[in-house]
């Protein structure tokens, strides 16, 4: 599912030059369920949006499906986060002036569907996750776990084959880190979904299949 | 593809109301001004009621003599315009007037002020009134001194309510006249044409036969063509050649044949004709400067609107939005508010105009917003939809996802 060749990521700014990942090589099958750990700084996240095509890597090659995306254009690489990629953020990154209905067709939106087609598959996915009764409702007038599970219902709202998940507990309390872990767990058995999940609850490390461990940039096990 | 465009952006507009209101008010603001001061410079400067020929019309309104002692410039004697302009060959005809004076008239034991101007026949070929009543005077009424006149409707509702008002009399600047034809009102920007009663201008108490340089007449020259204009400025200028002094007071005269527009510049700038231009063309850039202004601010609110956006723009290319499809609903988006805006404005502009049409600001004005002033509208409304759309967009669409959404959590 993804291949990552020798990743190399440096933040260059006008002062100081941060290499956020060193000689990255991963491997990831389709169908695992795998959880990145680290402490705070060591590229957890800059890994995860090189995985999920947000950003570019300084050196070194992506592979998605064997498929090399360097050379790809923006059509492209949209085209790719669209149909294989959903993405949940510790930070839940919903917009606040749309409902949650609305939230959850944004990937939908660039295919080609009809709106009584989104909807029905926005609502689906929202029952999934257990919030069909609040399908009106805007963002801030949700729980924060009830916002994660929102977040959730957007990336696979598309049934995107990976699922990239950056601390989706870690605003959250232990219950309701627990139920959005269930939600994952789920996800990965009853429709095969490939997850990565970067998480510091090693509680939560250890239900997954495998635990990356990255260490100043690099990769320690 | 389009009508989910549209769908989206009218979500988005309604959920930013307060950024909604302040781009529509901006756009409308901004059309307002534009549009008002295109009414009314069309209003000045274009062909209207009774200008019409104004496209081949040309103007000796300021001229400038000099003396040894003395130097005036502005509009000049009635002896010099009938021997020196109204002798050109070129034009079809020419007239000359008086500028429009204020005096002050009693009917029925009741006072009022009224503006007065003298003309000859040829004034009435030259413009295009619109006669309610009667017709113009002629040229043996000028030249065997007539007492007639014509008045604007206005006068004639006030001295004689609905009678008809031909053979009856005004009293004006101590003389009677006999009223031989009601016009329709002109307003006080057609600053050529205005005036409440127009009598033959023979009848002026000033001494017009004697030599004399000093007056307050202008010329105005009706061509046949507009390609006649470089020749008629050539013979103008021919004649200003000629030119005899018959007294020691002046000896040099300047000034020429020109367009309305020219002759505002003129006016404004002086007689230096290169620097004139100079200063035409940099009086032009300030006024569109000034018009710019609110136009920037304009942008400026668009782009800020957008920009507040960052996060959502980031959120929607994670989920699979190309740049060119952010691009083009910015787009969309704009140009909805753009129009929506530049309806309000057009009915802004529509009632700012009335209000100027009824008021007594400016005397029998007739604003009106003609088609091609609602074509430039809808131009320039899009022009700012698109520009304040474009760029911004443009420069978040190079954008890397991740930026955006550190940009919109920052
Ligand atoms: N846009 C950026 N510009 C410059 N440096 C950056 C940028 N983003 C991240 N970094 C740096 O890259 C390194 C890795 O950052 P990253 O966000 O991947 O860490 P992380 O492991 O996710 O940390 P956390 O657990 O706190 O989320 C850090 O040193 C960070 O300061
Ligand atoms: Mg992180």
Known sequence: MIQLNNIDKVYATNTIETTALKAINLHVEKGEFVSVMGPSGCGKSTLLNIIGLLDSATNGEVLIDGQSVQKYGDIKLAKLRNQKIGFVFQSFHLINDLSVLDNVEIPLLYRRMSGAERKRKALAALEKVGLKARTKHFPNQLSGGQRQRVAIARAIVGEPELILADEPTGNLDSVMGAEIMDILMRLNKEENTTIVMVTHDEHLAKQTQRIIRLFDGSQVG | ?410
């Open chain 2, 1 to 410: 593809m389009l009508k989910k465009y549209i769908k989206l952006s009218l979500k988005v507009l309604l959920r930013h109301k307060f950024f909604t209101f302040v781009s529509l008010f901006g756009i409308s603001f901004t059309l307002m001004i534009l549009l008002t001061t295109t009414a009314f410079l069309d209003h000045m400067l274009g062909p209207a009621y009774p200008e019409t020929k104004l496209d081949r019309s040309l103007y000796v309104l300021d001229m400038e003599i000099k003396g040894p002692e003395i130097s005036r410039r502005g509009s000049i004697s009635y002896y010099f315009l009938n021997k020196y302009v109204k002798s050109l060959k070129t034009p079809e005809a020419v007239s000359i007037t008086s500028f429009f004076q204020k005096t002050v008239t009693y009917h029925d034991g009741k006072k009022y002020k009224i503006a007065m101007k003298f003309t000859d026949a040829e004034f009435w070929q030259i413009m295009d009134f619109n006669f309610v009543e009667g017709q113009a005077f002629t040229k043996e009424d000028v030249t065997n001194i007539n007492q007639v006149c014509i008045i604007n409707q206005a006068t004639k509702e006030k001295y004689f309510g609905n009678e008809s008002a031909i053979g009856k009399y005004i009293e004006a600047d101590w003389k009677k006249y006999k009223v031989v034809g009601v016009v329709e009102n002109v307003p006080i920007i057609r600053i050529l044409a205005y005036g409440d009663v127009w009598v033959p201008i023979t009848n002026t108490k000033e001494d017009i036969v004697s030599y004399s340089m000093d007056g307050d007449y202008q010329a105005i020259i009706l061509a046949k063509t507009k390609k006649d204009f470089p020749a008629i400025k050539a013979e103008f200028q021919k004649h200003l050649d000629q030119v005899e002094f018959q007294d020691d007071t002046y000896d040099s005269i300047r000034g020429g044949a020109d367009t309305i527009l020219e002759s505002t510049s003129r006016e404004m700038f002086g007689f230096d004709d290169s620097k004139a231009h100079l200063l035409f063309i940099i009086g032009i850039g300030l006024m569109i400067l000034f018009m710019m202004l609110p136009a920037m601010n304009l942008v400026n609110i668009n782009i800020n609107r957008i920009i507040e956006r960052y996060s959502e723009i980031g959120i929607r290319k994670s989920f699979g939005a190309s740049s060119i499809t952010l691009v083009g609903q910015f787009i969309v988006e704009n140009i909805i508010l753009t129009l929506i805006g530049g309806f309000i404005g057009l009915i802004i502009t529509f009632i700012v105009l009335t209000i100027f049409n009824t008021s007594d600001i400016i005397p029998y004005a007739n604003f009106v917003m003609n088609f091609r002033i609602f074509g430039y509208a809808i131009l320039i409304t899009l022009l700012f939809g698109l520009l304040s759309g474009v760029y911004p967009a443009w420069r978040m669409s190079r954008l890397k996802p991740v930026q955006a959404l550190q940009g919109g959590t920052k």
